[in-house]
């Protein structure tokens, strides 16, 4: 994992196979993501967990939101081992969009053998498991690399590595979500990163890739073939 200061840190270990009860956080969530983005269409849910339990909740496109807006729930149902410093920072669960052309069916969306089609969905449900299995944190600028070298996250792109921003594509009030227990719930947008950005992040910054990404309309909204902000002249 990367994070925002451009140190490189390898993670080892990784959580047992254990049965892992329903997300505590589910109906939490789902209530505020219907108050600020609409009703899911459909939830994606986890058959077998480990660590934490973790759903996806799918948010159909409409006139003024023509693309699907996916969250997770079950990221935050365990705190995150964040440094003290940034201990109000310990919640988090994530999102991202896809085109409206995009097919999403739940039958689809269970099974690792359809990941050649299906890897956002796939690789939401295993960001939001990383902390936990790594006993780490996730937040802004925090990125991880498709492996060491990084490999393409479908065979259909040269995107290798994600990114976690701050989401551009939903309303600020969905940003952060006072929980039943008093803490903040933050949401953060998981985006797809070629080689050369994921460099470009490490050596000027997260500030410097998000200054790019404005310039040439990149946010949380995948494209397996959009431009390379590390390339464009």
Not at 45 to 54: I, R, Y
């Amino acid at each position: 994992m990367e994070n925002k200061f451009g140190r490189i840190f390898r993670h080892k270990g990784e959580l047992a196979n254990e049965q892992v009860p329903p997300s505590e956080s589910l109906r939490e969530i789902e209530k505020h993501i219907e108050r600020h983005l609409g009703k899911p269409g459909i939830v994606i849910h986890e058959l077998s967990s480990k660590g934490v339990h973790v759903d996806i909740h799918v948010v159909p496109p409409r006139a003024d939101r023509d693309f699907f807006t996916l969250v997770t729930s079950g990221m935050s149902d365990k705190p995150m081992n964040a440094p003290p410093p940034a201990g109000e920072l310990k919640y988090a669960e994530l999102m991202l969009c896809l085109p409206s052309s995009w097919q999403i069916k739940e039958g689809d969306l269970s099974s690792e053998e359809t990941w050649r089609k299906d890897w956002p969905t796939l690789w939401l449900r295993r960001l939001a498991r990383f902390p936990h299995a790594f006993g780490t944190w996730f937040f802004w600028g925090h990125s991880l690399p498709n492996g060491d070298p990084a490999n393409p996250l479908a065979p259909d792109t040269s995107l290798c590595g994600w990114v976690l921003l701050e989401p551009r594509l939903i309303p600020d009030e969905f940003k952060i979500m006072k929980r039943a227990d008093g803490g903040k719930t933050w949401f953060l947008a998981a985006v797809p990163l070629y080689r050369e950005e994921m460099n470009l992040k490490l050596s000027q910054g997260t500030e410097k890739l998000e200054e790019m990404f404005a310039a040439a309309g990149v946010t949380e909204l995948i494209d397996p073939k959009r431009v390379n902000v590390a390339l464009k002249n």
